[in-house]
């Protein structure tokens, strides 16, 4: 079935750094990518999406690529920062049921002053 | 409302009793989803309902889970004789019908001694 496997974490990093948090798919057809964040204490929440391939997502700094040649939709930040700590979620919702959404099991990014 | 609630926030049973969870959503929006998140682990799809369609359970992972809506406004998800791997957050989302981005819950975190 769908699914999408996502970089394990947690991640560290220093304020500014560059990030990359890696995400891959796989289903049947093309399905319409997501990255979902859940901050410290709330609930989750769409950053960005993509529909169709070559679409590029972007939201607050955040920036992903659908690319259906390497079934990929890497999340990027070329400067975090302290408020960007939060739990990040993968997600893709089938062409064949838009019922059914797929999640990764999500990164957890923490950024240091 | 504003967003998506949820509640009890924090839910402790003990094995064998019955319990429901409740979600308000976002008003206007005819799509609604349960899913579960267990400790360190992505999310489970349970349940989708749209509009005055019959919902898609084809996620409930037994027949101790339930879900209703009264039309396009609240949800209650039910758990008859929770056992101990019910343990886990249980998120609410609702969307504009389904192509729209998903607005999460707060979630419901059951624990089951």
């Known amino acids: 079935g769908d699914s999408v496997t996502q970089m394990e974490g947690p991640v560290t990093l220093s304020e500014e750094a560059f990030l990359t948090i890696n995400c891959t798919y796989t289903?049947?057809?093309?399905?319409?990518l997501f990255w979902y964040v859940q901050y410290p204490g709330e609930g989750l929440q769409l950053l960005l999406k993509a529909t169709k391939a070559d679409d590029k997502g972007s939201n607050k700094g955040f920036e992903a690529t659908y690319r259906k040649e390497t079934t990929s939709f890497h999340l990027e930040k070329g400067s975090v920062q302290v408020s960007d700590s939060a739990v990040y979620f993968c997600?893709?919702?089938?062409?064949?049921?838009?019922?059914?959404?797929?999640f990764g099991a999500g990164t957890r990014l923490t950024v240091k002053p | 409302g504003a967003g998506v609630s949820q509640s009890p926030s924090n839910k402790v049973t003990e094995k064998g009793k019955d319990v429901e969870l409740r979600c308000d959503p976002i008003?206007?929006?005819?799509?609604l989803y349960w899913y579960r998140q267990r400790l360190g682990q992505g999310l489970e799809f349970l349940i989708y309902f749209q509009g005055n369609s019959a919902p898609d359970k084809s996620g409930l992972p037994s027949d101790r889970f339930s879900a209703e809506r009264t039309g396009e406004s609240v949800s209650t998800l039910t758990i008859q004789r929770t056992q101990q791997e019910d343990s886990a957050v249980y998120l609410c989302?609702?969307?504009?019908?389904?192509?729209?981005?998903?607005?999460f819950g707060p979630g419901t975190r059951l624990t089951v001694l």
């Open positions: 997600a893709l919702r089938s062409r064949q049921n838009n019922n059914d959404m797929r």
């Open positions: 008003s206007g929006h005819t799509a």
């Open positions: 989302a609702s969307s504009l019908g389904q192509q729209g981005g998903q607005f």
């Open positions: 289903a049947t057809g093309y399905p319409s």
